[in-house]
């Protein structure tokens, strides 16, 4: 693919990506149902998890500047197995969200214009049983007309993103300036109903905390900087600035749009499902900023699905190189430089999604397979630096590769102290010294873990360009924030993440694993027949 990006067209992707219609519900819900007042510090710390996991990301993507993301990075640590069960469950994630967000396109944009009910734009279809009954003949054109911009240029369609997002941060700065000026610093304290708790932080902690989790949600999307790295110009400099800068833009305009709305209403006052255009809607003379924000969220919609299709595209055709999905999905066109098929089947499968199944555009939207990955990638960059070494097969120390058991069983150790704090978080009664003697235990012995294996484990090799600072602690923290926030999701998210990677198994036993052999059959005789040729010769 052709190298055309720097790193104000990856900053722009990853503004996309995240910068998306998610804020918009998810900051009324953490907000109005856990922390309050509080979600500007719920906020913080999503954006610290997000950026832990970016840096990780980051090492893998300089060293390794290919297409592929994630599922490139496990592939060259833990095998090709990992690799694909971890890139299976990302891509469906990919295609049920882009869904999902293509169908609240509609009731966004029917906002902006003042259409109150989204059907009004959808077709009822009797015969089809409920959540399969509303086509969506809107949601499925965004879709087409998304495919076909990112298979004509991943330049162009980086233009067409900058251009989309630099509106919509306009927009979202609106949101900000009009929440400042229209709120009152007494709604951070007060609550509207003097029976509620009061307070900046009225649910404590806790609260603050789970509203982190809940709105993690809308910092997925930077991981698909990483998956444009055979795309850039100068990977060392650019991705770094692109995914860092991204996540602490995005972090910054976040806090400042959750500190605006919490000035707006009190927090049990603000509408869970809508709570900036909430606000404004029936306010005397302040009607039209609802339409505005409206406007604004159909905006962060295109943005969003434009760069996510463009990540899911080059995860599918780097899997296709393999060799264990077809051959026929890792085809770049010769005069665009993208990958067409990839992109095409990715397009159409979301579009048959998005007509009829009805999907709630966030928090029931499921995130495991995504945390997972981010979880997996922290575990990765740990495992590569102390054991496979910068090319997968070689170290500094010399030709002998070190025993990969330390490393394995320090990793072992971090993710069952990182659970068991966060089970003794969910399941310990509030309030009590055993909940607190057993979270300090649990902290403890993961501090102490880390240091022993800082200690005792050397440094297979050093990254030549750019590697994670503060190793292994950084990606130790990364692995601790995602295992407590893949806690706090629900059980349909892991009945579902589940049922996805069973199936992801069965094809990777049934095809994948015969199809990766043959295609290594098949290079290694083309490689012998070519050896024999220059020896005739």
């Given at each position: ?5 720097r790193?104000?067209?990856l ?62 990075y496990?592939r ?54 409920n ?110 600035i ?7 833009i ?46 604004g ?103 002998r ?23 003794v ?86 095809y ?22 220059a020896?005739?010769?």
């Amino acid at each position: 693919m052709a190298r055309a990006l720097r790193w104000p067209d990856l900053v722009g992707l990853g503004l996309g990506g995240m910068v998306g219609a998610g804020v918009v519900v998810t900051t009324g819900r953490a907000t109005r149902l856990h922390a309050g007042p509080g979600v500007v510090v719920s906020y913080a710390i999503a954006g610290l998890c997000a950026l832990l996991s970016a840096f990780c990301y980051t090492e893998f993507a300089v060293d390794m500047p290919v297409a592929g993301g994630a599922f490139s990075y496990l592939r060259v640590t833990f095998g090709e197995f990992a690799a694909f069960l971890t890139g299976a469950n990302l891509i469906m994630e990919y295609v049920f969200s882009n869904a999902a967000v293509a169908r609240s396109f509609t009731a966004y944009m029917g906002t902006a214009v003042g259409v109150d009910a989204p059907s009004k734009w959808r077709i009822a279809v009797p015969g089809l049983p409920n959540g399969f009954n509303q086509v969506d003949l809107v949601a499925v054109g965004v879709i087409l007309l998304i495919s076909v911009c990112i298979c004509y240029s991943t330049k162009e369609s980086s233009k067409v993103n900058m251009v989309l997002t630099a509106v919509h941060v306009a927009f979202i700065l609106f949101i900000i300036v009009m929440g400042f000026w229209r709120g009152d610093a007494r709604n951070l304290t007060h609550p509207a109903d003097p029976a509620h708790p009061g307070g900046f932080f009225p649910n404590g902690v806790g609260g603050v905390f789970s509203g982190a989790a809940m709105v993690y949600l809308s910092y997925i999307g930077y991981d698909a900087v990483s998956t444009m790295a055979e795309e850039v110009e100068r990977p060392a400099r650019d991705i770094p600035i692109g995914v860092s800068g991204s996540v602490i833009i995005v972090t910054v305009l976040y806090c400042l749009m959750a500190a605006s709305m919490s000035m707006l209403l009190p927090y049990d006052a603000i509408d869970t499902e809508a709570p900036f255009s909430g606000a404004f809607r029936g306010s005397d003379g302040w009607g039209w900023v609802s339409n505005v924000i409206g406007a604004g969220a159909s905006l962060g919609i295109l943005t969003s699905l434009m760069v996510a299709m463009l990540g899911q595209a080059r995860y599918l055709c780097v899997i296709g190189r393999s060799g264990v999905m077809p051959a026929w999905l890792a085809k770049v066109h010769p005069k665009t430089a993208t990958p067409v098929n990839a992109s095409a089947f990715l397009g159409l499968l979301t579009a048959a999604l998005a007509l009829f199944t009805e999907l709630d555009i966030l928090l029931n939207l499921v995130c495991i397979g995504t945390l997972f990955v981010f979880y997996m990638v922290s575990n990765a960059v740990v495992y590569r630096r102390y054991v496979v070494g910068p090319t997968g097969s070689s170290t500094e120390s010399g030709d002998r590769q070190p025993s990969a058991w330390p490393t394995l069983a320090f990793l072992l150790a971090f993710s069952l102290i990182a659970l068991s704090f966060t089970l003794v978080w969910k399941l310990a009664p509030e309030g009590g010294r055993t909940r607190v003697g057993l979270l300090s235990a649990c902290g403890a012995a993961a501090v102490a873990t880390v240091g022993a294996f800082q200690a005792l484990v050397p440094q297979a090799h050093t990254p030549e360009l750019w590697g994670v600072p503060g190793m292994p602690w950084v990606p130790a923290a990364s692995v601790f924030l995602n295992v407590f926030l893949l806690g706090s999701l629900d059980r349909p998210s892991y009945v579902r993440f589940g049922f996805f990677s069973a199936a992801a198994v069965l094809v990777y036993v049934l095809y994948s694993v015969h199809a990766s052999y043959d295609a290594e059959e098949s290079a290694t005789l083309d490689g012998a027949k070519v050896q024999d040729e220059a020896c005739r010769v």
